[in-house]
C-alpha cells in the first residue's frame, strides 16, 4: 500500500497465539485491529525522528509461550481446601493463568510481558462462583495469612493486580456476573461486581424483554475501557465515563455496596440519602480491594433515550478560549452535555488526522476561517436526555461557544470520535511493536489550577525531545475538571521509562493537581499518597485497613500506599 512514494509498515494483523504473552498484553478482543491511517503515521514519524527503515522489523513482539519460573507457595493442603472450596475446574496453577491474571493494562507491564519478564504473579488462580464461595475463601485465607487479590475485567492501568506478596487471585468476571434485581419504580439494579460493561448496557437497554419493563434503561458510564471493565471495577477504582458531565463518576452512580471482608461481611443501605453520620458506602467506593472483596453493588440507572441526542463541535483560536467556554457551559446551571471535551492544540491538530477530518472540506473550512494550526482547539460534545432538555443543552452550549470565538462544526467531529472511542486503545500494540511507547496519566484540577498543571506538566514531558503530548479535559464539574496527558515517545528502556513516568507524576502533584481523577492510585501512584494527602488523612485511611483486614491479606504490597511506601513488583 503507497501514500506519497512511502510504504505502510507491516502492521500486525493475526490474533495473538493461544497462551503467549502477546496474548496478555494485547488490548481487546484478539482479532481486533485498529492501525494508524497515513496521515497520524507520517505524523509521527516527523514528530519521533524516525523514517520509514524504523519500521522495517518489529521488536519485543511477546509471541512466545508463557513460563513462569516462580513456585507456588502454596501447601499442598492449602491447595486441597480452597479446591475443595470452589472445585477443581475453578481452581489453576498453571503458568499462563498465574502470569494472565497478575497484569494490567500499564506501559510498564506490556513492555515486560514483551520481553518475558513475568513480575510478581500469584500462587493460584480462583473463579468463584458465588459470594457464599468468597466469604469461605477470605476465611480460609484470613486464618492461613494468604494474601487475595481481585481481577475484575483486567484493564487496570496501575499495577491493581500485581500478586506483591503472592496468594491467590479472584477472577470475579468468570461466574460473577448476573444482575440480581432491576427494580424500575427506583430506578435502579443491583448487579454482581463481575459484570462487564457491554453485558451491563445491553441488559440495561433491553429492559422490556428482560425485565418486562416499562422503558429502556442506560448505566451512563462509559470508560474507554467500556468493553473490557467490570461495573465492580469502575466503583472499586472510582472510576469516570465518557459521559460523566452528564450521569456523573461511578461514586454518583453507586448506592449501595455488598463486601466480603476479613472482619465479615459490610452491605450498606439503598437509601438515596440519609444522615445517620459519615456513610460506610463513601468509605468503601474506591478502596481498590485494599478492604475487602466487592461481591454485589445497587447502581442509579437513567432512561435510555438516544433519539434525543445532540452531537456539535466547535473549533476555537486556542485553548484558552476551550477552557474559559468550558467554565461558562458547565457554571451555567443550564443542564451540561454528556459528552464534553476538549483538547489542547497538541492534541486537537493529532485529533483532526484521526478522525480523518483533515484534508476534508470541513478542514479547509477551518484554515479559511484563520484558525491556525498548533493553536485552535476542538471541542465536542453531546446532549442527553428529555428531547427538550437535550434542545435547550445545545442551544445554550452554542450561543457560549460563539461568545467565545467558536466556530460551529457540525456534529461529523463528534460522530467520528464516537466510532472509536472505544478502538483507539488497539493503536498501542502497533507503536510498542516498533519500540513507540504511548501512555496517559490524569489528574483531577481546579479551574483556578488548571492553566499551571496543563503548562507544568507538558513542560515537563517536551523536555524529553522528540515527544508528543497530547491533552484534553473531559469530565467537567462546576469547581474544575480533569487533565487527560497522553504521551508519545522512542522508548525502549524499561528503567528509562520508569523514571520519565514518576517525572509526570511529579510535575501533577508540584502543580497543583491530583493524583489520580479516574484511573485510581493500585500500586504504582502509591508511593506519593501520603505526600498527597497528608499523614492524617493517611492515618484514617491505613486504620480502616486494619480494622477491615488485621491481617493483611486484601490485596496487599502498596496499594493506596496503605501498608508500603516502596515498590514491590
Not at 493461544?18 to 484478539?30: E, F, Q
Not at 476465611?139 to 492501568?157: L, M
Not at 471535551?341 to 493529532?350: G, L, V
Not at 478522525?355 to 484563520?370: K, S, V
Amino acid at each position: 500500500m503507497k501514500k506519497n512514494n512511502r510504504s505502510f509498515p507491516q502492521w500486525e494483523n493475526n490474533p495473538p497465539k493461544k497462551r503467549s504473552y502477546r496474548s496478555i498484553l494485547k488490548w481487546g478482543a484478539p482479532d481486533q485491529f485498529k492501525h494508524p491511517n497515513h496521515r497520524l503515521f507520517n505524523m509521527m514519524k516527523e514528530k519521533l525522528k524516525m523514517t520509514d527503515d524504523d519500521f522495517k522489523s518489529p521488536i519485543h513482539m511477546g509471541n512466545q509461550e508463557v513460563l513462569c519460573q516462580e513456585a507456588s507457595m502454596l501447601t499442598k493442603e492449602q491447595l486441597q481446601k480452597l479446591k475443595e472450596i470452589v472445585g477443581e475446574i475453578n481452581l489453576a496453577t498453571d503458568d499462563f493463568s498465574r502470569v494472565k491474571y497478575a497484569n494490567g493494562k500499564t506501559a510498564e507491564e506490556a513492555m515486560k510481558l514483551r520481553r518475558g519478564v513475568n513480575g510478581k504473579v500469584a500462587d493460584a488462580v480462583i473463579h468463584p462462583q458465588n459470594r457464599h464461595q468468597i466469604q469461605q475463601i477470605v476465611a480460609y485465607c484470613n486464618e492461613e495469612r494468604i494474601p487475595i487479590y481481585v481481577y475484575g475485567g483486567g484493564s487496570s492501568v496501575n499495577m491493581g493486580f500485581k500478586s506483591v506478596k503472592k496468594g491467590i487471585t479472584l477472577v470475579m468476571k468468570t461466574h460473577m456476573n448476573k444482575i440480581i434485581d432491576f427494580n424500575e419504580q427506583n430506578q435502579t439494579v443491583t448487579v454482581e461486581a463481575g459484570m462487564m460493561g457491554p453485558d451491563y448496557e445491553h441488559a440495561l437497554n433491553d429492559a422490556p424483554k428482560q425485565f418486562n419493563a416499562a422503558r429502556a434503561y442506560t448505566g451512563g458510564h462509559f470508560p474507554q475501557s467500556f468493553e473490557f471493565s467490570s461495573v465492580g471495577g469502575w466503583v472499586a477504582t472510582l472510576g469516570s465515563g465518557q459521559q460523566s458531565s452528564y450521569y456523573g463518576d461511578a461514586y454518583d452512580l453507586v448506592l449501595a455496596q455488598e463486601y466480603i471482608t476479613p472482619r465479615g461481611e459490610i452491605k450498606t443501605l439503598k437509601y438515596p440519602g440519609t444522615a445517620t453520620g459519615p456513610k460506610i458506602n463513601d468509605i468503601m467506593v474506591g478502596n481498590e480491594g485494599g478492604f475487602g472483596i466487592l461481591v454485589s453493588l445497587t447502581m442509579k440507572i437513567f432512561r435510555y433515550q438516544p433519539q434525543n441526542s445532540r452531537q456539535f463541535a466547535y473549533i476555537f483560536p486556542d485553548w484558552d478560549c476551550a477552557v474559559n467556554t468550558a467554565r461558562e457551559i458547565k457554571q451555567g446551571e443550564f443542564g451540561s452535555p454528556s459528552v464534553f471535551r476538549i483538547s489542547d492544540a497538541e492534541e486537537s491538530d493529532i485529533a483532526l488526522k484521526l478522525y480523518g477530518i483533515e484534508g476534508t472540506p470541513l478542514d479547509f473550512m477551518i484554515n479559511a476561517r484563520g484558525f491556525r494550526k498548533m493553536k485552535r482547539c476542538l471541542f465536542i460534545g453531546q446532549a442527553d436526555g428529555d428531547r427538550d432538555f437535550a434542545n435547550l443543552v445545545k442551544r445554550k452550549v452554542g450561543k457560549i461557544c460563539n461568545n467565545f470565538g467558536g466556530m460551529y462544526l457540525t456534529g461529523i467531529p463528534v460522530k467520528k470520535w464516537e466510532h472509536g472511542r472505544f478502538r483507539d486503545p488497539y493503536l498501542r500494540e502497533d507503536l510498542n511493536d516498533f519500540g513507540i511507547i504511548i501512555d496517559t496519566l490524569e489528574t483531577g484540577v481546579t479551574w483556578d489550577k488548571l492553566h499551571q498543571v496543563h503548562q507544568g506538566v507538558r513542560k515537563y514531558i517536551k523536555k524529553r525531545s522528540n515527544t508528543i503530548c497530547m491533552t484534553h479535559a473531559s469530565h467537567f464539574y462546576s469547581q474544575g475538571t480533569n487533565l487527560y496527558f497522553i504521551f508519545i515517545a522512542r522508548m525502549n528502556d524499561i528503567d528509562e521509562y520508569k523514571l520519565f513516568q514518576d517525572g509526570i507524576i511529579d510535575a501533577i502533584v508540584k502543580n497543583g493537581g491530583s493524583l489520580s481523577h479516574h484511573h485510581g492510585v493500585g500500586k504504582m501512584i502509591g508511593p506519593w499518597m501520603e505526600r498527597h494527602l497528608g499523614k492524617e488523612q493517611m492515618a484514617v485511611l491505613r486504620n480502616l485497613k486494619r480494622h477491615f483486614d488485621p491481617n493483611n491479606i486484601m490485596n496487599p504490597g502498596g496499594t493506596l500506599g496503605l501498608d508500603t511506601l516502596k515498590r514491590e513488583y
